[in-house]
C-alpha cells in the first residue's frame, strides 16, 4: 500500500495482516467447538453410538472392529483411540459423562483443520495473500 493511504487507516486496520485475521478465524472455529462440545449431549449425534462401539473396540479389546461390529468399521483408527483414551479416562476420574472429554478432544482438531488449510492455501497460492483466509472461513 502507499503510504499516503496508509497514514489514513487506523492503526489497528494497518496491523490486519492476512495470517492473524486466519489465526482469529481459527479461535473463533475453536471457541464455538468448545461451546457446542460443553453444551451438546455426547449421545445425541445420530451415529455417537457408532463412534463409541469403535472407540471401545480400540481401548477396551485392543484391537479394530470387523465389518460387522459397528458401522464405522473403515475409519482411520487414531481419532478413535485418542477418544477412546479420553472416555476411559473419563470414567477413571468419575465424570458424570464420561464421554465429554472425547467431545472436547473435537476442539483441538477443529483449530488443527482450519490453520491446516490456511497453511495449504498459503503454500499453494503464495502470490493470493487473502486467499487463505478465505479458506480458513470457509471450514
Not at 475409519?75 to 464421554?99: C, F, N
Request: aromatic share 10%; charged share 15%.
Amino acid at each position: 500500500m502507499d503510504d499516503a493511504v496508509l497514514s489514513r487507516l487506523p492503526a489497528a486496520a494497518v496491523r490486519l495482516t492476512p495470517e492473524r485475521v486466519a489465526r482469529g478465524i481459527a479461535i473463533l472455529s475453536g471457541a464455538l467447538a468448545l461451546w457446542n462440545a460443553l453444551t451438546y449431549p455426547s449421545g445425541a449425534g445420530y451415529d455417537a453410538a457408532s463412534h463409541r462401539e469403535y472407540a471401545d473396540f480400540l481401548v477396551q479389546h485392543h484391537r479394530l472392529p470387523y465389518r460387522n461390529e459397528t458401522p464405522e468399521y473403515y475409519s482411520p483408527p487414531l481419532y478413535y483411540a485418542l477418544a477412546g483414551i479420553a472416555d476411559w479416562l473419563g470414567r477413571t476420574v468419575g465424570l458424570a459423562d464420561e464421554h465429554k472429554l472425547g467431545q472436547l478432544l473435537n476442539v483441538p482438531v477443529v483449530v488443527g483443520a482450519v490453520l491446516l488449510v490456511a497453511a495449504l492455501a498459503r503454500l499453494l497460492w503464495p502470490s493470493r495473500r487473502w486467499l487463505p483466509v478465505g479458506a480458513a472461513g470457509f471450514v
